[in-house]
């Protein structure tokens, strides 16, 4: 297994520093057990309310649902470890966990729905809208482009496979719009968006201000729908976000250009303005712009930090539903932050050139990475062999800062 070798290297075993508890997201007490109801109805309760005794041996972190796990495991330094035992079990819960609630997720300009399991866990559902070997036409505005089900799933794996660590875990699904869909949502208007359409596949096109019409409905076949299922982050009532404008964000206009694409300096005025003029939330930046270029995504115009570690922590990739749209070129633009900047982080720069050898390339180490996903193939294979074309266009962009 190549992946399992590349985890095994060096450069993936650069310890984290020392998490205290000012750095845990939560502060957990450790005798607080949940425990299932008796009565059948699914819930999980705190166990000051249930009268129950835990196994033997067991602790009152064992009886948390793996979702929970997770949001307790996040620090100022990232989303989940390295080696987490949690991710196969909560991948597999996002895949197979039975359906309670579907309901619209508000906002945004294409259709997503929040699904919750039994154990009060949440997932964000994107639906596919287009097969794996559609390319974004070559007229296409990059913000009328569609947000792919597949992309949200690929782009956890190289995520994790740069070892940024900084988005929540995807699993792929394949739900059944009536039983898991339309008999159970408590969402009127989605509710009255169901039809079935004249091949007799059930349709949905919900309320969304894009791409939510009978012109552009999701069709099962005649009844299932592949989809991305995310794992949720904790409510922000409980670990507030704050939403950041990227400097380097397009300017959402047919003709207008944004400052930094007529600016070749650009980059000197981030510097000076905070937070970039301090720590390393500008390296940080231009780690999320790399991921970006090797993905095709342009849609890059906010990324989000926990409130709770000021401007000292990592920056959290979410949405990625517009990358891998184009395989046949490149995006150069994307790669901006680190051009103009001339900066990396020396080890992303590590991994980098070591994910450009034969025993470790990119394309293969991802391509294992996705073949354990329940809707395996992901990507088109000329999507894989694109990565390996961008990451070398990264370390020459590289080598040109390094010779200046």
Not at 39 to 67: F, I, N, Q, R
Not at 228 to 245: E, N, Q, V
Request: charged share 25%; glycine share 4%.
């Amino acid at each position: 297994s190549k992946l399992a070798a590349l985890f095994e290297h060096p450069l993936y075993n650069i310890p984290v520093p020392e998490v205290t508890e000012k750095d845990k997201l939560f502060i957990v007490n450790p005798v607080e057990k949940f425990s299932l109801r008796s009565s059948g109805s699914d819930e999980w309760v705190s166990s000051s309310k249930a009268e129950t005794l835990l196994p033997t041996g067991k602790t009152a972190y064992d009886t948390y649902p793996t979702w929970l796990k997770f949001h307790i495991g996040i620090n100022r330094y990232e989303l989940y470890p390295r080696r987490d035992p949690l991710l196969p079990t909560l991948l597999r819960d996002l895949a197979t966990q039975r359906i309670v609630s579907s309901v619209q997720k508000s906002g945004g300009t294409q259709l997503k729905l929040i699904m919750t399991f039994p154990n009060y866990g949440q997932a964000l559902f994107k639906p596919m809208k287009q097969t794996r070997d559609q390319e974004t036409p070559i007229d296409f505005f990059y913000f009328s482009d569609f947000e792919r089900h597949n992309a949200e799933i690929a782009a956890f794996h190289l995520d994790r496979i740069l070892d940024f660590r900084r988005i929540p875990p995807v699993s792929g699904r394949l739900v059944n719009i009536t039983k898991e869909i339309r008999d159970i949502t408590t969402d009127k208007k989605l509710a009255k968006t169901f039809f079935i359409s004249p091949a007799g596949n059930v349709c949905f096109y919900g309320e969304c201000s894009y791409y939510c019409s009978t012109e552009h409905a999701l069709c099962g076949k005649p009844d299932r729908l592949e989809g991305s299922m995310a794992a949720l982050l904790p409510d922000k009532t409980l670990a507030k976000r704050r939403s950041w404008r990227s400097p380097w964000r397009r300017s959402y206009h047919k003709s207008k250009k944004a400052e930094w694409e007529l600016n070749p300096n650009y980059c000197a005025q981030v510097r000076e303005t905070p937070p970039y003029d301090r720590g390393h939330r500008l390296l940080d930046l231009i780690d999320m712009a790399i991921l970006d270029f090797l993905m095709g995504n342009m849609d890059r115009h906010h990324y989000e930090t926990f409130e709770k570690f000021g401007n000292d922590t990592f920056l959290l990739h979410l949405d990625n539903g517009r990358g891998f749209g184009t395989h046949s070129r490149d995006e150069p633009s994307i790669l901006a932050p680190l051009q103009q900047c001339c900066s990396i982080k020396k080890s992303t720069y590590l991994r980098l050139q070591l994910l450009a050898t034969q025993p470790y390339r990119l394309s293969d180490v991802l391509r294992e990475a996705l073949a354990a996903d329940p809707l395996a193939p992901v990507l088109a294979e000329p999507h894989l062999q694109a990565l390996d074309r961008r990451l070398g266009k990264v370390l020459v962009a590289v080598g040109h800062c390094l010779a200046r």
